[in-house]
């Protein structure tokens, strides 16, 4: 049976050194006021959220609107590219993930996406700089909507367009580091593999009863027989 695994990008794919540079900078270049992403749990959230959650942390009122959401996109693509070019910021992927998404590529049997909080440019610049890019098709992001919840559904029917095929929503993984991943597959009736690779400990994701917990993705072939059995 044909699975569309899922992933989730910060915490589970990659880790970002000093990323809060980038980010406070594009706040400050976008709304003229400072902001530090370092005030709140950003974990599991999408872009626009966190940039709410830390305006209303430092109790200043903001008006958000498409356009300025457009212009903080593009601040924050270009202080990543900078930040990454000076060496300031860096982003690697995390142990396993490369071996694991090569593996699923080299498998009739899975199809592998991402749905994330990231925008999409920021997605794919992070990606990129860990080398995972090409093992991974469009998926859904904060660009597609700042509600996680709303991603898998928009990740689901790319691949679906993409390959010319119907996919189930039972046969759609997401793998994330957070509660909001389970929350986002359960309300999709889709599956899910939470990892102790963020922010949450093994013991804390398990309490939340996922479909599977691991450590993290240092075994694929312990990875791609928990999907398998999913």
Not at 29 to 35: A, E, L, N, S, V
Not at 69 to 79: A, H, M, P, R
Not at 201 to 212: F, I, K, N, S, V
Request: charged fraction near 25%; hydrophobic fraction near 40%.
């Amino acid at each position: 049976m044909e699975r569309l695994i899922l992933f989730d990008i910060d915490g589970t794919l990659t880790r970002t050194q000093n990323g809060f540079v980038p980010f406070n900078e594009a706040i400050s270049k976008t709304f003229g006021i400072d902001g530090d992403i370092r005030t709140v749990a950003p974990d599991g959230n999408t872009d626009p959220m966190i940039v709410k959650d830390i305006f209303v942390k430092a109790n200043v009122t903001l008006t958000f609107d498409k356009a300025r959401w457009q212009q903080f996109t593009v601040k924050l693509e270009e202080s990543y590219r900078y930040h990454l070019r000076q060496g300031t910021t860096t982003i690697r992927p995390l142990p396993g993930a490369l071996e694991l998404l090569q593996a699923l590529c080299a498998s009739e049997e899975f199809s592998a996406s991402v749905v994330t909080g990231n925008f999409e440019v920021t997605a794919e610049l992070k990606l990129k700089a860990a080398g995972l890019a090409l093992y991974l098709t469009r998926g859904a992001y904060a660009s597609d909507s700042e509600h996680r919840p709303d991603l898998p559904p928009i990740a689901k029917g790319r691949w679906e367009k993409l390959s010319g095929r119907p996919m189930a929503c039972d046969q759609c993984i997401i793998v994330g580091d957070t509660p909001m991943d389970l929350e986002a597959a359960r309300e999709n009736h889709m599956k899910c593999v939470l990892v102790g690779t963020g922010r949450y400990p093994l013991e804390e994701l398990a309490y939340w009863q996922p479909d599977a917990c691991l450590p993290d993705l240092t075994d694929s072939d312990e990875v791609v027989k928990t999907i398998s059995n999913l």
